[in-house]
């Protein structure tokens, strides 16, 4: 069984952290309903859903991938790049500390769970503002022993290696050549987001459904095309916030 952890918006969304989106009015009404849909698509794509308490004080606490990489020996938990985000983990420690063994990044490391993609053994990492060498080489000393491999991916003006590329089928990336090189993922397929949509490679996949925002209809068409099958959410309100669709849980198998 999959369980996703999640956490309900913030009414503090509009001060989140922003860096490579300009900062619009969100609608929290909105955004809580849109979150609302989210986690109905989790449920309808087979996954149990938890949700963690809120943190009304902490404007970007809905976005708790960046707090926890979770793989089937152990959890890490992360030390986020942006210093506002560092009061998420406590809660999040708490609860993965039921399912797994818990690591942890220090200081100076700073990682961010949006940096990280799994491909089988390896980890991907994307050297971006929020994820640092020191907190690269952490994650490689912690993660030796399961036996898995860290990989530092270069980036170019987004946010996290998931605003770049994420998996949409077992071997098959959805990828923004703008922001990394899709030749750095050995042994996988890739599809290219359709130019017009700079923010499209954020897909969620689970169980063969790919959970995917309303706004890249291009990109999702050429998912299609693919035979990949999409279910849509419209987030809206998070993409303001600089957000998409894996950021808003952390999703891991429970027995
Ligand atoms: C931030 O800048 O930290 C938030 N406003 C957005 C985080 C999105 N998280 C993710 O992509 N994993």
Sequence with gaps: MKLAITRPVSPALDRCELSFVNRSPIDIGLAVSQHRAYLDALFACGCSVRELAAEPELPDSVFVEDTAVV????????????????????????????????????????????????IGRTIYVGES??????????????????????QGVPLRGCLHLKTAVTRVAPDLLLVNPAF?????????HSIAVDPAEPHAANALLINEQVIYPQSCPRTAARLQ?????????????TEKAEGGVTCCSVIFDVE
């Design 180 to 188: 990394v090189d899709a030749g750095m993922f050995d042994g996988m």
């Design 129 to 150: 503002a929020r994820s640092n060498a020191a907190g690269i080489e952490q994650l490689r000393t912690l993660l030796k022993r399961f036996d898995y491999r860290v």
């Design 225 to 237: 095309a693919r035979g990949a099958s999409i279910t849509h959410v419209d987030m809206s309100e």
């Design 71 to 118: 793989l089937d020996e152990v959890a890490v938990i992360t030390r986020p790049g942006a210093e506002s985000r560092r009061p998420e983990l406590r809660s999040m420690a708490s609860m993965l500390g039921e399912y797994r063994e818990l690591v942890q990044i220090a200081a100076p490391g700073t990682l961010d769970g949006g940096d990280v993609l799994r």
